[in-house]
């Protein structure tokens, strides 16, 4: 079976990490500092707060926002869970706007719809890897006073009008799972520009406790405070040092990905059945996924039975993403339901994720294509 995706580790990171194992600090040691630094220096931001995973990163980018009990923050349904659940930790409501027919992404149009008083924060999500229309969403969050926070989980790596993603909106959280862009196991970061929300996330990965460790052992002294209720949302030294690693291959990572991509479109181009998500014109996408839409009149078999006879053939596909507010928990806790957001419905019933990582051979990608050119031509 070819993967949707996994990770690349090869000797560097190995050696990397081993290198870290045989030191003296496992956690809240140098490396985390120097990752942060890494991860900074390459998107173009001021501060960056590494934390045990992406949705560590958009609990504490809530956090840093000051989301409370009753804020609303306006949000694509076109996602994962964790996107929304980051508001619901700190007693937020997600409220869904609808996405753009062709990207998929964030619709400002329907964001300004959904604007209420209580909105105290939009998150735009770079889906698949491609960045939203950021100057739409800034104006609109300008003019109504609410933070724009940027969910690029998908997009480290990506540009949007010759700017990198991560310095494009108040705060920008990326995911290091092993199927993104780089890994370090389980891990995240936000970066921003704000040297006081950069302090606030700092705070809450601690337990909200102002110092750590290893600040109190440079200083010589025992003594802590908790100011804030936080969490453990630590990453360690050698995941960190894994990323220092990955973080210098990334530019191999994304020609790759991009390669991948740029033979999928010629292969699908025309091809009855298939419509890849539309890029946009002003962005450089990171590809960390390629998603195509299936026609089931073209076709005349429905999406679902096209995902397996794809699996049957050894082709990992898989469905990026069941819309948010048709997952049961909100159903019931937020009183949300089919109808709500029409575009991103019915786009679930037709969308596939195909094979694309770094690591995929020529061979691999030759079989995803001839695979879906002979179903498509039965």
């Given amino acids: 079976m070819i993967p949707y995706s996994r990770q690349f580790v090869d000797e560097d990171d190995i050696q990397a990490v081993i290198e870290v194992l045989r030191s003296d600090w496992l956690t809240t040691g140098p490396k985390v500092s ?50 929304a659940n980051s508001v619901v930790f700190q007693g937020g409501i997600p409220v869904f706007a609808d996405v753009d027919h062709d990207t998929l992404l964030l619709d400002p149009v329907k964001v300004e719809e959904k604007i209420t008083e209580r909105t105290k924060a939009i998150i735009a999500v ?3 890897g491609q960045p939203c229309d950021y100057d739409k969403l800034r104006e609109i969050a300008n003019r109504h006073s609410v933070a724009l926070v940027a969910d690029a989980c998908h997009a480290l790596g990506a540009e949007y009008e010759g700017h990198r993603v991560g310095s494009l909106a ?13 890994t370090t196991g389980e891990g995240g970061i936000i970066t921003t520009g704000d040297p006081e929300r950069a302090k606030r996330l700092r705070l809450f990965r601690n337990h909200g406790i102002a110092t750590d460790f290893r600040e109190r052992e440079s200083q010589g002294s025992w003594f802590y405070e908790m100011v804030d209720l936080g969490y453990n949302y630590r990453i360690t030294d050698f ?22 991509a740029a033979r999928y479109d010629e292969a699908f181009a025309g091809l009855p059945g298939i419509n890849p998500i539309a890029v946009r014109p002003d962005v450089f996408h990171a ?9 089931p009149g073209a076709l005349g078999i429905d999406r679902a039975a096209f995902f397996t006879n794809l699996r049957e053939k050894g082709i990992g ?41 770094p690591g995929m051979h020529d ?15 039965q």
């Fill in 239 to 260: 995941q960190c040092a894994l990323g220092i690693t990955q973080l210098r291959k990334l530019p191999k990572f994304l020609e790759r990905r991009y390669e991948i």
């Fill in 170 to 182: 108040d705060m920008t959280v990326f995911s290091f799972h092993p199927v993104k862009h780089i």
């Fill in 287 to 295: 590809y960390h996924l390629y998603v195509v839409r299936v026609d």
């Fill in 363 to 377: 061979e691999d990608v030759d079989k995803v294509i001839k695979t879906m050119q002979r179903l498509l031509s």
């Fill in 126 to 128: 770079d889906f698949a």
């Fill in 34 to 83: 120097e990752f942060e630094g890494a991860v900074c220096d390459f998107v173009g931001a001021t501060h960056a707060v590494a934390v045990s995973s992406g949705t560590a990163a958009l609990h504490a980018a809530m956090y840093a926002v000051g989301i409370g009990p009753g804020d609303e923050v306006i949000l694509p349904p076109v996602t994962f869970c964790a996107t």
């Fill in 317 to 357: 596909v898989n469905v990026h993403y069941i819309p948010v507010h048709l997952h049961p928990f909100y159903r019931e806790k937020f009183l949300t339901g089919p109808g709500l957001c029409p575009v991103a419905e019915t786009a679930y019933e037709q969308i596939l994720s195909l094979p694309l990582f």
